[in-house]
């Protein structure tokens, strides 16, 4: 009985237990700011937004190290530091001139786990919800300017930002990209390059473990307004403790500056750019991530010069960022004004007429018919009705039916 009750008991803690980093890697030395949480959740300049200091520990191992920053919640969490109803555990990292401000253009890194007790939220009467990351604005209202959202249907990416202070997903500025299901017990490791901006030239494109969910262009920030990074576990109550758990965020100036380096880089799919003009396509290849490698020119006669004919990689194939992608480009159908194939205007090969063979032609067909016809009305010509060798009209014309 002891020996069963130890093995169950054994088992628990396997399934239980984050599982082990892919590999004991490192930091960056080139990366401009990290934080793995070797003594406490409030290492590296985080600060604590929770009901009391135990809801937020250190437990191992963590996605890049030893250790990994566990939030959790208690039922009855709410009502802190604005958060109304809502249960909160959260730890950010303040205001700073050095991120996140108008014109920025940054990489970060992080990785989250969602433990065995996590509660994923219930579909029902009430819209349950969750956040688990995010760059929240310096204003007084609004959603944040990104953040990753947990809702009954899976993860998703949410971005508001531009002249309106965005309050719900159906007003102006507010985009949003799926993620996928929650999965426990594994990291989820997120790469983001952003450039912060309250206008147009903005974007904020997103990875999960290697591949990009979301290329997003446009505002990353309300006007006026800076933002500033949080590690969260905020949610809708749920009557239940939640926990999660954050590991590894890392910023840096470009992606070899925040990515694992036992992870693959970031991958993204060729967009189809087969029937573009070439700076169109090109347009699209560069807002992919990617780059324009060889141009080929082609004739081709059913390809509008300027337009592309092929691409390759082909189109959907998945790619790492910044590869090059090769074009064959039309030049338009070919003419020529001597021999050889194509369309000619002149003597030579190629089967063309000339305007005197093509009037003598004619005039020989024309000729014949003439000549046809006045053969036929010799052969049948109609005698006088009731005279000899009258016919009917059928026996005239057998084409003629009854």
């Not at 080139?30 to 200091?53: H, I, K, M, R, Y």
């Not at 993860?155 to 531009?162: A, M, Q």
């Not at 060889?294 to 790619?319: D, H, K, L, N």
């Not at 005039?363 to 016809?373: E, K, M, Q, T, V």
Request: proline residues 7%.
């Amino acid at each position: 009985m002891k020996l069963l009750l130890a093995i169950a008991v054994a088992t628990t803690i396997f399934v239980l237990a984050p599982p082990p980093p892919a590999s004991a890697t490192q930091i960056s030395p080139n990366a401009s700011w990290s934080c793995e949480f070797v003594n406490s959740p409030t290492d590296c300049g985080f600060n604590l937004q929770a009901f009391a200091s135990s809801r937020a520990t250190i437990v191992s191992p963590g996605r890049d190290g030893t250790t990994a920053a566990e939030l959790a919640t208690q039922p009855g969490d709410s009502n802190l530091y604005g958060s109304g109803t809502a249960e909160r555990a959260d730890v950010d990292l303040g205001i700073s001139t050095s991120y996140c401000n108008q014109g920025q253009d940054e990489w970060w890194a992080h990785s989250v786990m969602f433990p065995q007790s996590y509660v994923i939220p219930p579909a029902g009467s009430v819209w349950n919800w969750g956040v688990v990351f995010d760059f929240h604005h310096t204003g007084p209202t609004g959603q944040p300017n990104f953040q990753i959202a947990s809702l009954p249907t899976g993860l998703e990416f949410w971005v508001s930002g531009g002249p309106t202070v965005v309050n719900r997903p159906t007003d102006p500025g507010f985009h949003r990209a799926a993620i996928g299901p929650v999965t426990k017990n594994v990291w989820y490791d997120f790469m983001y390059h952003v450039k912060w901006s309250s206008g147009s030239d903005g974007f904020f494109k997103a990875w999960l473990n290697g591949q990009q969910l979301m290329n997003y262009s446009g505002a990353t920030l309300y006007v006026g307004e800076s933002c500033y990074l949080k590690l969260a576990n905020y949610h809708t109550p749920l009557g239940v403790p939640i926990p999660v758990i954050h590991s590894r965020v890392v910023r840096g100036a470009t992606q070899a500056d925040v990515q694992l380096p036992s992870s693959p880089g970031p991958t993204v799919a060729v967009p189809n750019v087969v029937g573009q003009m070439q700076t169109a396509a090109t347009s699209a290849l560069t807002g992919a991530g990617l780059t324009l490698g060889t141009v080929t020119m082609q004739s081709s006669s059913t390809v509008a010069a300027g337009s592309v004919i092929s691409e390759s990689p082909s189109a959907g194939t998945r790619v790492a960022s910044g590869s090059a992608v090769n074009l064959v480009v039309s030049t338009g159908g070919g003419t020529s004004s001597g021999g050889g194939g194509g369309t000619s205007s002149g003597g030579g090969g190629g089967g063309a007429f000339d305007s005197f063979t093509l009037a003598a032609l004619l005039s020989s067909l024309i000729g014949g018919l003439w000549r046809a016809r006045k053969i036929r009305t010799a052969l049948y010509r109609t005698p006088e009705p009731g005279g000899p060798g009258a016919r009917s009209a059928q026996q005239r014309d057998p084409l003629i039916r009854r």
